[in-house]
Antibody, heavy 127, light 110 residues
Framework: QVQLQESGPGLVKPSQTLSLTCSVS??????????WSWIRQSPGGGLEWIGH???????YNNPSLRSRLSISIDTTKKQFSLNLSSVTATDTAVYYC???????????????????WGQGTMVTVSS | QAVLTQSPSVSGTPGQRVTLSCSGG????????INWYRQVPGTAPQLLIY???QRPSGVPDRISGSKSGTSASLAISGLQSEDEADYYC???????????FGGGTKVTVL
């Protein structure tokens, strides 16, 4: 079955760029039925959608992060990546990659749900 | 500050029925379907309900969801110790052009 796995540094210095990659295994990343997404969860906090990318490369970003955010996709490697610049301690969080299902079913509409998640990776911003 | 509003906690005894609430506005719950996720601390969230009341395979029918206007509810019947977790509601927001979450409800089995 399809699995997602995040990878990247667990420690980033303030003002630097946080870079993470999500590898997709067991299925295709070239599907029009999904957005490939990033979500984060601060310690003891709730979930925050960061942004997502379609297989074509079109991106949709949370306006609160848009100026610092870049999401890209490499369909040949079956990976998508997150770059968040100028990080501060408030960017410390568990970062999840996830698959957002936008499948449309006749009579039921769009699925609109995160149906698959990576295990998450903790990123700490500290000097 | 989460876009959707959930009660911070709810508790019940084994076998009891508990209901979790989620409220939003016209640009999110009012015009889109709601999802619920269950998260055991230290693990990734898992989809519990989609399209307001649909269960993915493997989710028992004692878990049910509903939506009315700009609010939604998740009911857990026959509460079990394994139901202890954090539960998040989520939906698409037309103003944000992306998904939004509630702040989460912690379910405790007494």
């Amino acid at each position: 079955q399809v699995q997602l796995q995040e990878s990247g540094p667990g420690l980033v210095k303030p003002s630097q760029t946080l870079s993470l990659t999500c590898s997709v295994s067991g299925g295709s990343i070239r599907s029009g039925d999904y957005y490939w997404s990033w979500i984060r969860q601060s310690p003891g906090g709730g979930l925050e959608w960061i942004g997502h990318i379609y297989y074509s490369g079109r991106t949709y970003n949370n306006p609160s992060l848009r100026s610092r955010l870049s999401i890209s996709i490499d369909t040949t490697k079956k990976q998508f990546s997150l770059n968040l610049s100028s990080v501060t301690a408030t960017d410390t969080a568990v970062y999840y990659c996830a698959r957002y299902d936008i499948t449309v079913t006749a009579g039921a509409g769009r699925m609109d749900a995160f149906d698959l998640w990576g295990q998450g990776t903790m990123v700490t911003v500290s000097s | 500050q989460a876009v959707l509003t959930q009660s911070p906690s709810v508790s019940g005894t084994p076998g009891q029925r508990v209901t979790l609430s989620c409220s939003g506005g016209s640009s999110n719950i009012g015009s889109n379907t709601i999802n619920w996720y269950r998260q055991v601390p230290g693990t990734a969230p898992q989809l519990l309900i989609y399209r307001n009341n649909q269960r993915p395979s493997g989710v028992p029918d004692r878990i049910s969801g509903s939506k009315s206007g700009t609010s939604a509810s998740l009911a857990i019947s026959g509460l079990q110790s394994e139901d202890e977790a954090d539960y998040y509601c989520a939906t698409w927001d037309d103003s944000l052009h992306g998904p939004v979450f509630g702040g989460g409800t912690k379910v405790t089995v007494l």
